[in-house]
Every structure is written in structure tokens, then in C-alpha cells.
């Protein structure tokens, strides 16, 4: 009985309150009118970069290609943001049988007293040609076959000793690449700044021919990294490649392998635009192909080399 009017005067109450949704609004709105829009926009920007930042770490420790975050690109007064597909680089290890190799006691305490070496104490000492991938030394002839990775390009190369890895090529470099054709290669790390190097290991090729590599799935650090080496390398596979899209863009049709070699014979210098070579690739019709590589070891004397003649350097990548 005394529960009715309880409730209709709660009720009567409720009705009775004032809506204070539409001046919440109205006092937010005023205050943020207050705020300098440049500071808003640092705002935003501050965000943005800290979610930029957490997805590369993500990205750092998840298995996949190590890339920048994709950048935004302004079109027509838009916002359009470079997107790519990361590849799966863990299933293509696991399924070519690359493993890691565990390095015994001696080799591991030999490779922690290995120091990095700088570009220009490397080629005192072995030979070569500086900021070269593969490496065609001649000063020792024991040691004359390396193969100096750099991350913006080789995105999914072994980072530290005994680690599998992926190599980027051109088609024609799988069976026989650059150097020597020795059974295995010595393995050099690039620091990200592009300085000094590290040395990993011996590793022994497994071409990789049936693993497809799309240039869309790289990330655009790489395919940059990419599209300027094969518009300025002087290797015949690269002006060969330049001269089949120089060829292909001109008559229409893909040239016969006679017709490159003929080009290439007249000794004729190919210019084209790294866009024109970037356009082949993404149409198909130009490719690059994965190169696996296995540690077989960890050469000691060659480690030894490296710490008598080569001056350590602070910023060791361990």
C-alpha cells in the first residue's frame, strides 16, 4: 500500500530533472575552441606516432619482414596510406628446412670477442669492393666469398650468428650468384646505419625456386632499396633486366632472350626510370626470387682474422 505513491513521486522526480546532456556539449565545445588548433594537430600527431611506434615493435618481434611504418601519402587532397602484405616469413623457413644452428661453447665465446667491422677496414684486409652485397675478395684467398646483407634491402636476412635467413634475387642469380660458386658463403650483417658489419657465420645456398615473392608484399623501404639498385647497378643480370624492360616498353611484346643478348653485345648504355622497372614488377613481369640460406658453422680462424688485424669498435651489435 504505501509502496504506490513511493514510486510516483521517484518517477515524478526523474521527469522533472533537467536534460544537461545539450550544455555539457555546449561548455566542451567552448572549451575546445579555446585550444589553439596547432596544438590540437601536435596532439593528433603525437598519437599517430605513438601508434606507429607500437605497431612496428609488434612487427619487430612477430616473425615478419622488419619495415617502417607505411607512410601516409596526400592524393588529390586525401589522405591515402601505402599498404602492403607482410610475408610470412616463419612458414617458408619452416617448410624449406632452414633451422637455427646453436653454436658449441669455443665458437660462442669466439664469436662474443669478434668485433664489427667498418667498411673500409673490411676491403683493407680482404679485398673487394665497399657497400657490395656479394663480395668477391682477393687478398686472402682462403676467405673470398662474403655476402654483406643490408636491412633496407635484404629485409629477411639472418641478424645474428647461426639465425637462417632469406635472401632477395633476381632469378638468374639462384644457381649461379655473383663471387665465387663455392658450396657456402661467409655471412656479414650491415648495422642499420649502414657502417660497420658483423660477421655471423658460413652458410650454405638453398635456392628457393617454387616460393613466389610478390613486389606488392614488400614494404616500400625495400622496394626503394630495390628499384634504385637496378637502375644503377652495373652486374649483367640487372642490365639485362633493364634492357628487357627498355625492349618490352618499346615494341610491345616481351623480347627473346636473342634479342637481349644482342642489345647487350652492342655495348650500349640502358637508361631508364626506376618507375619503368617498378611498373614491370608489378605487373609480373619482372620478379624477384627468395635464396635461402642455412649456418653450417661458425669459422674461427676467419673470427681470429677479424680480431687481430680489425679494430673493435664500441657500438658492437650484440
Known sequence: MDSEPHSTTRTNASQSRPNL????????????????????????????????????????????????????????????R?????????????????????????EADCASETPNIGWSAFTNLFGGRARTEWMDCGKIPEYNNFFCATMRAQPFAPTFRGQPGLLLCLPTTLSTPPGNNSSTISMLSCSLGGGYLKYLGEYARRPLPEVHVKWNDLSPTCRR?????????????????????????????????????????????????????????????????????????????????IQTNLRPHVDNLD
Open 225 to 305: 632499396a630495390w628499384a634504385h639498385r637496378l637502375s644503377t647497378s652495373s652486374v649483367l643480370a640487372v642490365r639485362a633486366l633493364r634492357t628487357r624492360v627498355k625492349l618490352r616498353n618499346e615494341r610491345n611484346r616481351e623480347p627473346s632472350a636473342a634479342e637481349v643478348e644482342q642489345h647487350l653485345l652492342g655495348g650500349r648504355r640502358v637508361e631508364i626510370l626506376q618507375r619503368d622497372i617498378t611498373a614491370a614488377f608489378r605487373k609480373g613481369e619482372e620478379k624477384l626470387m627468395f635464396l635461402g640460406i642455412q649456418c653450417t658453422g661458425y669459422d674461427s680462424k676467419l673470427a681470429t682474422v
Open 82 to 106: 601505402s599498404t602492403y602484405t607482410p610475408i610470412d616469413t616463419r612458414t617458408i623457413l619452416r617448410d624449406a628446412g632452414l633451422t637455427l644452428f646453436e653454436l658449441t661453447r669455443a
Open 21 to 80: 546532456a545539450p550544455l555539457r556539449e555546449s561548455v566542451q565545445t567552448t572549451e575546445r575552441a579555446r585550444i589553439p588548433s596547432g596544438i590540437l594537430r601536435s596532439t593528433h600527431r603525437s598519437a599517430q606516432s605513438r601508434h606507429g611506434e607500437t605497431n612496428y615493435l609488434e612487427r619487430r618481434h612477430s616473425g615478419v619482414q622488419r619495415t617502417d611504418p607505411a607512410p601516409s601519402i596526400r592524393v588529390s587532397g586525401t589522405i591515402r
